[in-house]
């Protein structure tokens, strides 16, 4: 009876291998049916005021407003890309003098999607969060830019976060809207003895990721607002875009991979700068709670709240969110005070 038990065993096992075999085979033919549309280069999907610069081998496509100071770095969140500051780049950029620039974080939008293991065994995974925080800098030396006020909206801001951590000098002030600093998507709580299994299946991921995103993003991004009625069927559109970039899937599946918890909380108090925490008051993504947190930990912070308003205030309330920027500005006389009053009552 065990003979014949080991035997069934053998067996199963067997039947096991091969239907797992047929399985996989028949997703690597089924998958790219999935995707969609055929992959295109980000030149090809760019607007005309885009621009493109190499830093530290990744295509960084970016837009500018403005010549001078203060400088605008303004920093999108996950599933979005510089298409969230449309509303609020070029009003920003009237400010006397000043500068604003806003770029496609790694994975998003239409910066190109390195295939970073494939370049050599020394190369540094760009979609890392503290990659990020770096390519910040090397952006701003590309563009013999000194220092900037790094406006960071949900994991932009805990990335703006980072670089004034590592890079406090680079950085004049904070604005940080709806920063995902004491809560995080799932997969930065994954385990680390997980994440090597993880890496042996990229291939299944690099497979399925444009197929999971387009399944989600739209109910994602409606999360985001308070009012969903505002979110046109264009601006949808428009954030699809990017999974039609070559390696979309590829950059997406990476960036899970090197998504980690930065433990944030225990550094805030070493962040000196002025800081403005800007939260919608209905943000069901960063909640109200986590930003008045964030205010009280940061030695330079101050909170306000945008009545009826999502975790995209940028998009949904640019023109509050503005007025509270330029606050800010006039406050710590970050911006030239030549007609800086009549740039405070347009946003009125």
Known sequence: ?????????????????LIGTWLINLLRWVAPLLRG????TPEQLADADSQFINVQNVFVHYKQMGTGKPVFILLHGSFLSLFSWREVM??????????????????????NRPMWQLQSAEAENPYSPEAQAD???ALLDALGIEQAIL???STGGTIALLTALRHPERVQALILVGAMVYSGYPVSELPGWLRPLLRHISWLGHMTMRVVINATQDKVISSFWYDPSRLTPDILEHYKQSLQVQNADYASWELILA????????QLDQITVPTLIISGEHDRAVPVEQSTRLAEALPQAHLVLIPECGH??????????????QDFLNEHRLTASDGTEKQHDAYL
């Open 1 to 17: 009876m065990r003979r014949f038990r080991r035997i069934l065993g053998t067996l199963l096992l067997l039947l096991g291998l």
């Open 37 to 40: 549309k055929t992959t295109v």
């Open 90 to 111: 070029s009003p920003l950029a009237e400010n006397p003098g000043a500068t604003t620039i806003a770029f496609d974080r790694p994975a998003f939008g239409l910066t």
């Open 135 to 137: 390519l910040i800098i």
């Open 151 to 153: 406006v960071g909206n």
């Open 259 to 266: 998504t980690h918890h930065l433990n944030l909380e225990q």
């Open 312 to 325: 995209l205030p940028q998009e949904e309330c640019p023109q509050r969110f503005l007025h509270h920027i």
